[in-house]
């Protein structure tokens, strides 16, 4: 090494400690006021609702309380986490990059080893562990988001280039898909991909190349529909064909599909009442877990339905306000992630449940039944309250 190389490898360090240390300063920032508001209020709706749409089948299995009594703990155990990820240098995250991408992939080959899964609904995406569940996929998405954010954020103009741009991420986002869909979590994939080709169009990806993946990810889309409706494909056919007319077999096939509308369809402009659910009562299916929203429909109305939407979109919004003011790339690119995932979750959840899109088994944030991934959520929500204390204070004048 020549002493020209040593002082430069030595300024890289003293900079990168000065960065670190103001970094550390402005953590002790004040998070955003708005972003944890609107968490919190969603996260006390949806414990209400799922109260509320889980207490039949709850009441029949011999305790009315037991999915509100789990999922509150681990609500209370994620906004725990939320506040502690807040005042945590979002900075730490870059030496996990690498170490959460080897564990999500870990988790995800062990989940389809015969006899270690855990198989529902004919589909094998839980790990037990000390009599509990979980799905490595909800692990996976967050360990996505930290490792794009990182390795991108250090690029910068080399995005712009296939090889060592894009090649990288699309191979990883490959090996991912193979892993889910051998679950089979065909809606984790879509999140995971389509979060990852986000990431990496933000963190500045040739719109060429940009546009290229989007066109031939729709292809794929309606070629495997043409494929199902042709008979060639049969996984997913039954789906396919009762997302464009539940109504041809009611009673089997189209069944959960048919019970949403009636739920929705029940509750008209003002709905029936809070608590006062009929579909709820053993005749719509995962009342309390994909399709929560369909009792919310029902139980509150249209107005009250899209009351909450409306909350949804105001924190992905101020969640994208907050990666627009982050202090650097990497903070920007978290807080994108981040948001990304929580918005195309709560869209596709929400497009199933109306019959807008096929029925992939997608959960709805912060409502939905299911204590790790409430967990994982809140967590995100903590790593993205943390960008937001580091955001420069405006001039003065």
């Given at each position: 090494?020549?002493r020209?190389?040593?002082h430069?490898?030595?300024?890289?360090?003293?900079?990168?400690?000065?960065?670190?240390?103001?970094?550390?300063?402005?953590?002790?920032?004040?998070?955003?006021?708005?972003?944890?508001?609107?968490t919190?209020?969603?996260?006390?709706?949806?414990?209400?609702?799922?109260?509320?749409?889980?207490?039949?089948?709850?009441?029949?299995e011999?305790?009315?309380?037991?999915?509100?009594?789990?999922?509150?703990?681990?609500?209370?155990?994620?906004?725990?986490?939320?506040?502690?990820?807040?005042?945590?240098?979002?900075?730490?995250?870059?030496?996990?990059?690498?170490?959460?991408?080897?564990?999500?992939?870990?988790?995800?080959?062990?989940?389809?080893?015969?006899?270690?899964?855990?198989?529902?609904?004919?589909?094998?995406?839980?790990?037990?562990?000390?009599?509990?569940?979980?799905?490595?996929?909800?692990?996976?998405?967050?360990?996505?988001i930290?490792?794009?954010?990182?390795s991108?954020?250090?690029?910068k103009?080399?995005?712009?280039?296939?090889?060592?741009?894009?090649?990288?991420?699309?191979?990883?986002?490959?090996?991912?898909?193979?892993?889910?869909?051998?679950?089979?979590?065909?809606?984790?994939?879509?999140?995971?991909?389509?979060?990852?080709?986000?990431?990496?169009?933000?963190?500045?990806?040739?719109?060429?190349?940009?546009?290229?993946?989007?066109?031939?990810?729709?292809?794929?889309?309606?070629?495997?529909?043409?494929?199902?409706?042709?008979?060639?494909i049969?996984?997913?056919?039954?789906?396919?064909?009762?997302?464009?007319?539940?109504?041809?077999?009611?009673?089997?096939?189209?069944?959960?599909?048919?019970?949403?509308?009636?739920?929705?369809?029940?509750?008209?402009?003002?709905?029936?009442?809070?608590g006062?659910?009929?579909?709820?009562?053993?005749?719509?299916?995962?009342?309390?877990?994909?399709?929560?929203?369909?009792?919310?429909?029902?139980?509150?109305?249209?107005?009250?339905?899209?009351?909450?939407?409306?909350?949804?979109?105001?924190l992905?919004?101020?969640?994208?306000?907050?990666?627009?003011?982050?202090?650097d790339?990497?903070?920007?690119?978290?807080?994108?992630?981040?948001?990304?995932?929580?918005?195309?979750?709560?869209?596709?959840?929400?497009?199933?449940?109306?019959?807008?899109?096929?029925?992939?088994?997608?959960?709805?944030?912060?409502?939905?039944?299911?204590?790790?991934?409430?967990?994982?959520?809140?967590?995100?929500?903590?790593?993205?309250?943390?960008?937001?204390?580091?955001?420069?204070?405006?001039?003065?004048?």
């Amino acid at each position: 090494m020549t002493r020209e190389e040593y002082h430069a490898q030595k300024a890289e360090r003293e900079r990168r400690r000065q960065i670190e240390r103001k970094s550390y300063e402005a953590s002790k920032g004040p998070m955003d006021l708005p972003f944890l508001l609107l968490t919190l209020l969603l996260t006390g709706i949806g414990l209400v609702m799922l109260f509320s749409a889980s207490f039949p089948s709850a009441y029949y299995e011999g305790d009315p309380t037991f999915y509100l009594k789990r999922q509150g703990i681990f609500a209370v155990l994620g906004l725990g986490a939320m506040l502690w990820l807040s005042k945590w240098n979002y900075q730490r995250w870059r030496g996990w990059a690498k170490i959460l991408l080897g564990a999500a992939f870990f988790l995800l080959i062990l989940v389809i080893i015969p006899g270690v899964g855990i198989t529902r609904n004919n589909a094998t995406r839980w790990l037990g562990f000390g009599g509990m569940t979980f799905q490595p996929s909800e692990f996976a998405k967050m360990a996505v988001i930290i490792y794009f954010a990182d390795s991108i954020s250090k690029k910068k103009d080399k995005m712009r280039n296939l090889r060592e741009g894009v090649l990288p991420y699309a191979v990883v986002l490959g090996l991912l898909s193979i892993l889910m869909l051998l679950e089979p979590h065909l809606s984790g994939t879509i999140i995971i991909v389509a979060t990852g080709i986000i990431l990496m169009i933000v963190g500045g990806m040739h719109p060429y190349l940009a546009g290229a993946g989007i066109g031939g990810v729709g292809i794929v889309a309606v070629l495997y529909v043409k494929l199902v409706e042709a008979g060639i494909i049969s996984y997913g056919a039954g789906r396919i064909l009762m997302w464009k007319d539940p109504w041809l077999d009611p009673g089997d096939a189209g069944y959960q599909m048919c019970q949403s509308l009636i739920a929705i369809g029940s509750g008209g402009l003002l709905g029936v009442g809070l608590g006062k659910s009929r579909q709820k009562f053993l005749y719509l299916p995962e009342e309390h877990n994909d399709f929560i929203f369909a009792v919310v429909c029902e139980e509150l109305g249209l107005i009250g339905a899209c009351v909450i939407i409306l909350i949804f979109m105001l924190l992905i919004l101020r969640g994208f306000w907050i990666a627009l003011h982050a202090r650097d790339r990497f903070g920007s690119l978290l807080a994108v992630g981040v948001m990304t995932q929580v918005s195309l979750q709560t869209f596709l959840n929400i497009a199933v449940v109306t019959g807008l899109v096929p029925a992939t088994g997608i959960s709805l944030p912060f409502f939905s039944y299911g204590g790790t991934s409430l967990f994982l959520l809140l967590a995100e929500m903590g790593i993205v309250l943390s960008v937001s204390r580091q955001i420069p204070a405006p001039r003065a004048g």
